[in-house]
């Protein structure tokens, strides 16, 4: 079987669907080999790493497509990340996010809210680069196939459908270029966004905005329905430089003070409860004849509610008191950063869920629901007060490693579920 044939020509009745929605769906049946050289081209563009060149052309290209469907596109500048933060490099690349909106009114209609990131987490100058067709033509690798440049690729085809079919659905398609490292470059704008879409709403009695999040789905298809809440911290440890073999005594170790606090840190875990807390990153001393004057370790936290995430933040702030001296040497520092609250299961979200469940069932298509400690902007729209549902993307699975792959059949089926789901929300199901 050769490529194309890997996009399989599923036969489905669509016994369900109305004459409009099974007009959409054929558009984009039509379109399957298109689906998969848009996703070949954006796979090739090396968004990883803030690669500015490559992040610009994507966004440039999809405002693009986006502008002749009629929308309207705004660059919110982007805010800089916390200097402490792993990573960050001072005077770096500041992306902005694009906030492309056809919102026009349509009388008694809902505006949907579309969210979808272009970077993914790949060395822009690694061998992981392209996007290469399994024998058997039914999956593919790649590069962000799945996270996210499959949910770009169904959502733009999905919207051009709707289009082409004469469908009028007020939506806004906000695109940033930060969600694999915690999108503090773009978190006001899409609360902003969100705010605008809500403050809207309420000034015109129309229904509440929603909001769609272009994630890949569960490899089975399945759709995520609720996520713990995400925070960064940082250790630094501070104590007295001093030379190992003629002053040891005089030195004071911050890389000791820094392994205690670190020790304690397993302490905090208690996976049944859904708080996790890891250290990764550390930084020490320069060499090993000298005792150490500063010390650094970097972590994550997990959290299912806003209890567990203050809880965290006093616990980290105790061990960093528990190993600074009364003199003053060793010291211990924490900086923490709670960006994304996390995601509980509310009944709004719930119907919203059941909304897609249904309009996958009468494509054809299983939509089992689950929950993850996995984060992204979903977090944060939820709790900008959007109903939001975030893993409508492609299926497939490896995210994050050079075996992330793509099942193909699920650019069509994924883009026509979107499309049905749209149609349904925008007049009020």
């Known amino acids: 079987m050769g490529?194309?044939?890997?996009l399989c020509r599923t036969k489905l009745a669509f016994?369900?669907?109305?004459?409009?929605?099974?007009?959409?769906?054929?558009?984009?049946s039509g379109r399957r080999d298109a689906l998969l050289d848009d996703l070949r081209l954006h796979v090739g563009i090396p968004t990883g790493g803030n690669?500015?060149?490559?992040?610009?052309e994507t966004r440039e290209r999809l405002c693009s497509r986006l502008s002749r469907l009629g929308?309207?596109?705004e660059l919110v500048p982007g805010d800089p990340k916390p200097e402490w933060l792993h990573g960050v490099e001072p005077g770096g690349y500041t992306p902005p996010t694009a906030v492309c909106r056809r919102d026009r009114d349509v009388e008694g209609a809902r505006a949907i809210m579309l969210s979808g990131h272009l970077d993914t987490v790949h060395d822009p100058d690694g061998p992981f680069r392209e996007l290469n067709i399994a024998p058997d033509g039914k999956t593919a690798t790649g590069p962000g196939c799945v996270d996210m440049k499959g949910g770009l690729v169904i959502a733009v085809a999905a919207l051009e459908a709707l289009e082409e079919a004469g469908v009028r659905i007020p939506w806004s398609f906000a695109l940033n270029s930060d969600e694999e490292t915690g999108s503090y470059c773009s978190e006001r704008a899409l609360r902003a966004e969100a705010a605008r879409l809500l403050e809207h709403a309420k000034a015109t009695g129309q229904q509440d905005?929603?909001?769609?999040?272009?994630?890949?789905?569960?490899?089975?298809g399945g759709l995520v329905i609720e996520r713990a809440g995400s925070g960064q911290f940082l250790f630094e440890a501070r104590g007295r430089s001093a030379h190992v073999g003629r002053d040891f005594s005089s030195g004071i170790s911050a890389v000791t003070a820094l392994a205690k606090c670190i020790l304690d840190v397993p302490s905090l875990v208690d996976v049944e409860r859904g708080l996790i807390a890891n250290v990764g990153p550390l930084e020490g001393s320069c060499a090993t004849n000298v005792v150490p004057d500063l010390a650094r370790a970097w972590g994550n936290v997990r959290f299912p509610n806003k209890e567990g995430a203050e809880w965290l933040a006093r616990a980290l702030e105790m061990i960093a008191a528990r190993h600074t001296s009364e003199t003053g040497l060793p010291s211990v520092e924490v900086k923490s950063s709670f960006v994304r609250?996390?995601?509980?299961?509310?009944?709004?979200t719930q119907r919203l869920a059941e909304r897609a469940r249904a309009a996958a069932?009468?494509?054809g298509q299983n939509l089992p629901f689950t929950k993850t400690n996995g984060v992204c902007d979903g977090n944060i729209l939820q709790d900008a007060g959007?109903?939001?549902i975030d893993t409508l993307g492609v299926r497939g699975g490896g995210l994050h490693t050079p075996q992330e792959w793509i099942e193909l059949a699920s650019l069509v089926e994924r883009s026509q579920l979107l499309a049905v789901l749209m149609m349904r929300l925008a007049r009020g199901e």
Do not use: F, Y
Request: hydrophobic letters at 45%; charged letters at 25%; proline letters at 8%.
């Open 3 to 6: 490529e194309r044939g890997g």
């Open 15 to 28: 016994m369900a669907l109305t004459d409009a929605e099974r007009r959409v769906c054929n558009i984009i």
């Open 51 to 56: 690669n500015r060149t490559a992040l610009d």
């Open 71 to 73: 929308a309207s596109v």
């Open 209 to 220: 905005p929603v909001a769609l999040v272009l994630e890949p789905a569960t490899p089975e």
């Open 341 to 348: 609250a996390a995601k509980p299961l509310t009944e709004g």
């Open 361 to 363: 069932a009468d494509l």
């Open 386 to 388: 959007l109903a939001c």
